[in-house]
């Protein structure tokens, strides 16, 4: 963060936007005017819509700022996972008055299942080999779909200090640890490091008083007993969210610092372009329909749809050829080829893949699928059958969700080895990630 950065909106990467806006405004009145004289023809049309898109969506600048102010004393702060439709939604709630309501719309995202795999879980891999912390962010995840937050709580805290353990060298929890970051939005002094002051208060005594806020030390401690409640559970992940989020942004720090040196102005062209992408994809994404394939040929369909890359990821697996399992296989941490592949080579140590029947595979959005799979395997404790919910998601080159216009791949998560080894199938609990 820059130190003296007062709001988020004052952040270097948010000014250029600010800047950008400020320009498309004069823009807008000047392409305006031309369309209004019959001056420029179709040009000064594009020109007019496009920066009057800019000035329409520049409200998300004010967002975070707005939204820790409303926030930030209930353990709710601003990230760049944060669903902005969320974010919009409990700020209007605020804005009517119902804290409770607005309240409500958060803890609704933050526990959707997807949400938390996703954003708490998968991306949490790509900074630790510590396999270990993966399967316990997914039993916090089992324990929190069933509502047992007694137990869900303190493993969820315990996971985040090791979490940021790991990447800051000492517990981001001690008193003077350093949490701000240039250029970040989590790392912003109204966002994590506010939230990490406002949850590590000193409890002296032990009490039965319903908690709102994950307090650390009073839950970890034995002195907190009153946090068994969905809130409570919800914040706490909303911290984890936050520290995948924050190690992400510091993994990057110094490459933000060098683009800031070198970037003096944001090139309108480009902006234009941008927007243009933004309009494509948005209605492709509003126009799009399900799509369905049932006893189907996999191995014969298009090699751009769902359908081949189950068969892709699932014939590499039942082959042990982890060469092809890793040319289908989510891969968000950005490893080199080889490496991911050894990863699937130890994931897949204590499972074998005997045989499997795509059953069936839906398209549900434009970047992700499903795979109803008959799966056959081998473990250590016995054979295990079933069918199996595999998911996949449309990914470009350097890991991003591929929008309509993006040369995306669709990509196979992991998650199903592990739920074949405990044999998770459909009718199962399921905590795929």
């Not at 803890?107 to 900074?127: E, H, N, V, Y």
Request: proline residues 3%; aromatic residues 8%; glycine residues 6%.
């Amino acid at each position: 963060m820059t130190k003296n950065s007062d709001k988020i909106g004052d952040l270097p990467s948010v000014k250029r936007l600010t800047t950008a806006r400020s320009v498309a405004e004069v823009v807008q009145q000047i392409a305006a005017f031309a369309v209004k004289v019959g001056f420029g023809g179709e040009n000064a049309v594009k020109i007019l819509n496009s920066a009057g898109e800019l000035v329409a969506q520049s409200e998300i600048l004010e967002m975070p700022d707005r939204f820790n102010t409303a926030f930030a004393e209930r353990g709710w702060f601003a990230t760049s996972s944060m669903s902005v439709d969320a974010m919009r939604g409990a700020l209007s709630k605020h804005d009517q008055g119902d804290i409770d309501a607005a309240e409500e719309v958060l803890l609704q995202w933050i526990l959707d299942p997807d949400t938390l795999k996703l954003f708490a879980i998968s991306r949490s891999k790509q900074f630790s080999d510590v396999h270990g912390r993966w399967h316990q962010l997914r039993e916090a995840l089992a324990l929190t779909e069933e509502g047992r937050y007694w137990s869900a709580v303190p493993l969820i805290l315990i996971a985040c200090d090791g979490f940021a353990s790991d990447v800051l060298g000492t517990s981001p929890f001690e008193k003077n640890a350093d949490l701000t970051l240039f250029d970040s939005m989590v790392g912003h002094s109204s966002s994590l490091p506010a939230a990490i002051a406002l949850i590590t208060k000193g409890i002296r005594k032990s009490s039965d008083e319903v908690l709102s806020l994950p307090l650390r030390h009073g839950i970890l401690h034995g002195r907190s007993l009153g946090y068994a409640n969905r809130t409570v559970c919800g914040k706490a992940w909303m911290l984890m969210i936050a520290l995948v989020d924050w190690a992400g942004d510091k993994l990057k720090e110094e490459a933000r610092r060098a683009e800031d040196s070198e970037r003096n102005s944001l090139d309108w062209r480009e902006l234009a372009a941008s927007l243009r992408k933004n309009e494509a994809d948005k209605a492709a994404i509003e126009s799009f329909v399900p799509l369905k394939w049932e006893k189907l040929p996999a191995e014969h369909s298009d090699k751009n749809d769902p359908p081949f890359a189950f068969w892709e990821f699932l014939s590499g697996w039942k082959a042990r050829n982890f060469g092809v399992m890793a040319t289908r296989a989510v891969n968000m941490t950005h490893q080199k080829h080889g490496r991911l592949a050894g990863r699937l080579r130890e994931d897949v140590e204590l499972v074998k893949l005997v045989d499997f029947e795509i059953v069936s595979v839906s398209q549900t959005t434009v970047a992700r699928a499903e795979a109803k799979v008959r799966l056959i395997g081998e473990t250590m404790t016995g054979n295990v059958n079933g069918d199996f919910l595999i998911l996949a998601f449309k990914h470009t080159e350097d890991g991003k969700v591929a929008m309509p216009t993006d040369n995306g791949r669709w990509q196979v998560q992991q998650g199903c080895i592990f739920d074949l080894l405990h044999g998770r199938t459909i009718n199962a609990k399921s905590t795929d990630v």
